[in-house]
């Protein structure tokens, strides 16, 4: 019987993940169209000339400094962050900088190339020592990257990244806000499948 039970929940993740997937495209499309608008090309176009402007990020079809988008995000957050990202690397922890002591975050990756370090981790708590950590591996379940500011509260706020974190500003790329109820319900069901995996450590 339980069998039965846990082959029905799985389906239904599968069957949430090709919804969350076919609606990513429709984002991906729409913000492929926002990219290509008149008033940001110039940035576009001056990408490759200063080393600088290559640390550019576009928020729902607007420009943002890579760095200070993340950052900013992550300070809005009031009880808790969810972030969905199997390359992680020390820049991760960088941008939780303005993250509130109270705030709980839980970072689900596999920590591919092994580029975020047990060291990097002891750094960091030295630096925030009231900002607490979970890390749970996402066991391959999920392909893009994620961001959930303030899971399972009324101002849940849910972003999908082009890039990784660690990756960001290096080439053009873009973070977009979901307002989908039905994607976001969708999203939440894949967190909590996420929730049951095995913690994540670090080497």
């Given at each position: 019987?339980a069998?039965?039970e ?6 239904k993740?599968?069957?949430d993940m ?6 990513l ?19 576009l ?6 080393a ?5 990020i576009?928020l729902?079809?607007q420009p943002m ?6 950052i900013?995000?992550y300070?809005?957050?009031k ?9 992680i690397s020390?820049k991760?922890l ?5 993250v509130?002591?109270s705030?709980?975050?839980t970072?689900f ?7 975020l ?7 960091f708590?030295?630096e ?9 591996r996402?066991?391959?379940l999920?392909?893009d990257r ?9 101002s849940?706020?849910i ?7 660690k990756d960001?500003g290096g080439?053009v ?5 979901f307002?989908?109820?039905?994607v976001?319900?969708?999203m ?5 499948r996420l929730k049951?995996?095995r913690k994540?450590v670090l080497?």
């Amino acid at each position: 019987m339980a069998v039965l039970e846990n082959t029905k929940k799985v389906v239904k993740i599968e069957g949430d993940m090709a919804a969350v997937n076919k609606r990513l495209a429709v984002v991906e499309e729409h913000m492929g169209e926002m990219v290509v608008r008149s008033e940001i090309s110039p940035i576009l176009l001056d990408f490759n000339k200063v080393a600088e402007q290559r640390e550019y990020i576009f928020l729902n079809g607007q420009p943002m400094r890579a760095s200070e988008l993340y950052i900013d995000i992550y300070a809005k957050a009031k009880r808790n962050i969810v972030i969905i990202d199997d390359y992680i690397s020390i820049k991760t922890l960088r941008h939780l900088q303005k993250v509130k002591p109270s705030v709980r975050v839980t970072i689900f990756s596999d920590n591919k190339g092994s580029y975020l370090h047990k060291s990097d981790y002891a750094d960091f708590v030295k630096e925030r020592p009231g900002v607490k950590i979970d890390f749970v591996r996402t066991e391959g379940l999920v392909h893009d990257r994620f961001i959930v500011v303030d899971y399972e509260e009324d101002s849940e706020t849910i972003y999908h990244c082009g890039a990784s974190a660690k990756d960001a500003g290096g080439k053009v790329t873009a973070v977009g806000k979901f307002e989908d109820t039905l994607v976001k319900k969708a999203m939440n069901e894949v967190i909590e499948r996420l929730k049951v995996n095995r913690k994540l450590v670090l080497k």
